[in-house]
C-alpha cells in the first residue's frame, strides 16, 4: 500500500479567541507555554528534552516489563476472561492490518487522526474552522498550534477513547438490566488500542510534519514515552493486583539506579573492547 500523509494540516497565524475546553481553566501563562514561537532556540530546546527523556523512556519500558511480569505473568492475570478478549481483539485488528488493509481504513485513520487534532486544539484553547479528511490524508484549519496538538494523534488513542465513553453510556442505559459483559469492552479495547499503535509505528515511519515541525528526537521520545505509560495505565486499571502505587514505587527504583547501571555497563563495555 503507497505510504500516505495524512497530517498535513494548514495553520493560521493565532489570534485572540475565546476559552474552550479544559483551558478555560487554566491560567494564560499555562496556555502560551504550550505554543512557543518559532526559532532556534525552541528546536535546541526540544532537541534538549528528547536527549533528556530517552532515560526516561528506557526506565518506563523497564517498569512495565517488571509490571507486566508480576501482575499478568506470575498473578495469571493472563488467564482471565478480560485479558484473553483484550488480546483476541488485538490479534483480530493485526490479521486485518497485516492481511486486509484497505482505503477504508485508512480513512478511519486519517479520521481519527484529524479529529484528535481537532480536539487538543480545543483543549489548548484553539478554534478549529475546518476539518478535512479522505483516505488520500487529511488536514484541519486552526489558529493555534504546538507539540501537544501537532503530536497528540501519535500517543492519543481516538477510537479507544470512544470506545470507554461509548461503553460507559450502554452501561448507564441498562443499569436497570444488570450491565454489559465486560469482555465485550477489554475485545473492543484490544482491538482498538492495536488498530492506533499499528497504524502510528506504520506511519512514523514515513516522513510527516507533525514529527518534522517538532524535531524527530523530541517527538520520537515523547510519542514513544507516553504511550508505554499510556498501556502501563491500561494494564493496572485493568489487573486486580497491580497499583498505581505501587507502578510509582518501582518505577521511581528504576530512575534512581539508572545511572549508576548506565555506567557500570559503559565500564564492561569499555573493557571487553581490544586494547
Not at 507486566?68 to 483476541?88: C, M, Q, R, V
Amino acid at each position: 500500500m503507497a505510504s500516505k500523509k495524512p497530517s498535513n494540516r494548514k495553520s493560521r497565524s493565532p489570534k485572540q479567541a475565546p476559552r474552550h475546553g479544559l483551558s478555560a481553566f487554566l491560567p494564560d501563562r499555562a496556555i502560551h507555554a504550550l505554543t512557543p514561537e518559532p526559532g532556534t532556540a525552541v528546536r535546541f530546546l526540544k532537541l534538549v528534552i528528547g536527549v533528556m527523556l530517552i532515560p526516561l523512556c528506557w526506565v518506563s519500558v523497564e517498569t512495565f516489563l517488571i509490571l507486566l511480569h508480576a501482575d499478568t505473568w506470575s498473578g495469571n492475570y493472563w488467564k482471565t476472561p478480560e485479558f484473553l478478549s483484550f488480546a483476541i481483539g488485538s490479534a483480530i485488528w493485526l490479521a486485518l492490518f497485516y492481511f486486509a488493509r484497505c482505503r477504508a481504513m485508512m480513512w478511519l485513520y486519517v479520521a481519527g487522526h484529524e479529529l484528535t487534532h481537532a480536539l487538543f486544539v480545543l483543549i489548548c484553547s484553539g478554534k478549529v474552522s475546518k476539518v478535512h479528511i479522505s483516505s488520500e490524508g487529511g488536514h484541519i484549519l486552526t489558529n493555534r498550534n504546538n507539540f501537544l496538538i501537532s503530536l497528540s494523534p501519535y500517543f492519543f488513542p481516538f477510537y479507544t477513547a470512544v470506545t470507554i465513553l461509548a461503553w460507559a453510556a450502554l452501561q448507564w442505559t441498562f443499569r436497570d438490566q444488570g450491565g454489559l459483559n465486560p469482555i465485550w469492552l477489554y475485545g473492543t479495547i484490544g482491538f482498538t488500542w492495536m488498530f492506533h499503535l499499528t497504524f502510528t509505528i506504520w506511519m512514523i515511519r514515513r516522513e510527516q510534519p507533525d514529527v518534522e515541525q517538532n524535531g524527530r528526537l523530541f517527538s520520537f521520545s515523547l510519542i514513544f514515552l507516553t504511550n508505554v505509560l499510556l498501556i502501563c495505565a491500561m494494564l493496572i486499571i485493568a489487573s486486580p493486583t497491580a497499583t498505581f502505587h505501587g507502578f510509582g514505587i518501582s518505577f521511581w527504583e528504576n530512575a534512581k539506579s539508572f545511572h549508576h547501571r548506565l555506567v557500570e555497563s559503559a565500564v564492561e563495555l569499555m573493557r571487553a573492547l581490544p586494547s
